[in-house]
């Protein structure tokens, strides 16, 4: 009986020290990256890869050492992060929208403009 919980006990300590001698991953360079967006960011990093995804790697992986390394250690937002992706030759397509108002109201201007192009057939 004694053997048996001295065997037990072996077994208990090797996995603890197994669990203890594996290393962490450390995250990747996209999850640093992410963690350091700001307003409107991740839709920029979205559209982006979307659109050019070994491009967008290539800027993500820099960008990602730059801040594990601490050379840049503040928050990018999404104009940012959009020309920082245009200055080097990466030109990504945002959805833009323009809203106007209107007895107190957003509308976007394609609406506004679409009633107004029907009003004059009338």
């Known amino acids: 009986m004694a053997k048996r919980l001295a065997e037990m006990r072996k077994n208990i300590v090797t996995k603890s020290e197994k669990q203890e001698q594996k290393p962490s991953t450390p ?5 640093i990256v992410i963690s350091h967006l700001g307003y409107r ?12 995804p070994n491009e967008t790697k290539m800027v993500i992986d820099k960008l990602g050492q730059l801040f594990q390394t601490g050379e840049i250690n503040e928050e990018i937002d999404g104009g940012q992060l959009l020309a920082l992706f245009r200055s080097v030759g990466i030109h990504v397509r945002m959805q ?7 007895d107190g109201k957003f509308v976007s201007l394609s609406d506004k403009l679409g009633k107004g192009e029907s009003n004059e057939d009338l």
């Open 27 to 31: 995250p990747s360079y996209r999850a």
């Open 41 to 52: 960011g991740m839709e920029v990093l979205q559209n982006a890869e979307s659109q050019f």
């Open 96 to 102: 833009t929208k323009i809203n106007i108002e209107q």
